[in-house]
């Protein structure tokens, strides 16, 4: 069974950062990983993917701020997030495309982390 577990959200101050973590159960190195948010109220959002490659994209909300990166020989996926603004404030999810050369089809999500901002 694959498990996706996130770990290192919190309650920061408007400008704070933060550093979330996604362990999984199954080799990341050739997969497509990305993380979702959802807020209260809001459709959940794609914030960040990492292809197999290394390649990563970002929603433009977060581009300049967040940094997705993920460490293949331990299967773990981060997410760096500086400036941290209110509006980030959400439950973060990490998920994976059990494709081998797909990033659309998220199969496997984690239980998310919340991340809440104030100002």
């Known amino acids: 069974q694959v498990q996706l577990v996130e770990s290192g959200g919190g309650s920061v101050q408007a400008g704070g950062s933060l550093r979330l973590s996604c362990a999984a159960s199954?080799?990341?190195?050739?997969?497509?990983m990305a993380w979702f948010r959802q807020a209260p109220g809001k459709e959940r959002e794609g914030v960040a993917t990492?292809?197999?490659?290394?390649?990563?994209t970002y929603t433009d909300s977060v581009k300049g701020r967040f940094t997705i990166s993920k460490d293949n020989a331990k299967n773990i996926l981060f997410l760096q997030m500086s400036s941290l603004k209110p509006e980030d404030t959400a439950m973060y999810y990490c998920?994976?495309?059990?494709?081998?050369?797909?990033?659309?089809?998220?199969?496997?999500w984690g239980q998310g982390t919340q991340v809440t901002v104030s100002s």
């Open positions: 199954l080799n990341i190195g050739f997969l497509c």
């Open positions: 990492v292809r197999r490659d290394g390649t990563t």
């Open positions: 998920a994976a495309d059990p494709n081998v050369y797909g990033c659309a089809d998220f199969r496997y």
